[in-house]
């Protein structure tokens, strides 16, 4: 994606409305620039999120992925079990964990691109996007860099 420097939040990628009552996940920059990974447990009514330490690269074409391993046990320290990237090298990044957090529901508002539920509209251009129903090893993040590179001649 290539982000447009604004103040507003941009979301890349979400499932979920922009309320509590049907809200799962969103990935994308927050108004302050940072790389913002989040859930959502309808249940606790509680959101935690994984952001960058900094700002991201904007106003160029780059690679932004989140992978969420569960390798910790998730629960109240779920956000402990994200990693954000950065053109496939892993980038600086804060939990904010929540201690009532469970987990996410399956609910049923549709997987979205470019916004969250008719808002927060991605600022920018997205070229490409893809989620991927497993953990993505820092090696796979190299690897699908090489493809991008590639297929967009690109020099991420």
Known sequence: ANVTNTAALRVLLAKGDNGAAQFEWSFG???????????????????????????????????FSAVYTVALGGGATAMNDVTLYQDAAAIASTANNNASYVAMENLTQALTIGHR????????????????????????????????????SLAL
């Open 29 to 63: 920059p927050g108004s302050t620039d940072l790389l913002t990974f989040q859930v959502g447990d309808q249940s606790a009514a509680v959101f935690p999120t994984r952001v960058s330490d900094s700002a991201i690269t904007q106003g160029s074409i780059h690679m």
């Open 117 to 152: 539920a008719g808002s927060q509209f991605f600022s920018g251009i997205i070229y490409l996007t893809m989620m991927v129903a497993g953990i993505l090893t820092a090696a796979q993040q190299v690897s699908l860099k090489r493809s991008f590179n590639n297929y967009f």
